[in-house]
């Protein structure tokens, strides 16, 4: 396929898309990045090989999935021109990635309980790590927010048709990585240890 050909539109399209998969690639490589640098540091004499993940973290994986979920069933209603299924589905996926942030802090309040903080003479590595990992990924989940809120605003502006959903499906793309993303990151903490 020839990038240059077809229509300004198109072209576009091509463009926008190309810049979110550069920003995706760019980011999983900072994660790979992070968790490479776990294993690595895994050799230390200070690493916990006990380590207890907060159950907030679990809790907070099935929100976040079942936020991709309905952000799916955002995506088919608005291929049916299904306006009021689509706001409530793009609401509830808001609704679920603020939950998803606030069991977040629940597990680092969790991480605390235990006797770990990020810094200071109390701090460990392994969960210095698990702070640095997550806060950049909650980080990022913000972003992703921030996106979902302008595709709900547009979506209740009547922006979006089944013809013209571009701005719903990079947000979804990005929304999705984001629940890969940490979907890998807890699996990687639960069993590298």
Known sequence: ????????????????KMMLWFGIISLLMAFAGWT?????????????????L???????????????????????????????PTTM?????LVLGLVFIALQFLGFSQIVDQGYYFTGPTSNITMSYI???????????????ISLLVVVINQVRNKYSSSNMLGMEL??????????LWVYLIL???FFK
Do not use: C
């Open 1 to 16: 396929m020839d990038l240059t050909q077809g229509t300004p539109k198109e072209k576009n399209i091509r463009a926008k």
């Open 36 to 52: 490479s640098a776990f294993i690595v540091s895994s050799s230390r004499k200070d690493w916990l090989n006990d380590l207890e």
């Open 54 to 84: 907060p159950s907030a973290f679990f809790y907070s994986t099935a929100i976040i999935i079942l936020s991709s979920l309905t952000y799916i069933a955002a995506l088919k209603a608005r291929k049916k021109d299904q306006h009021s």
């Open 89 to 93: 589905f793009l609401a509830i996926t």
């Open 131 to 145: 702070y640095l990992i997550a806060m950049v990924h909650v980080v990022h989940v913000v972003a992703g927010l």
């Open 171 to 180: 947000g979804a793309t990005f929304w999705h990585f984001l629940d890969l």
């Open 188 to 190: 990687f903490f639960y």
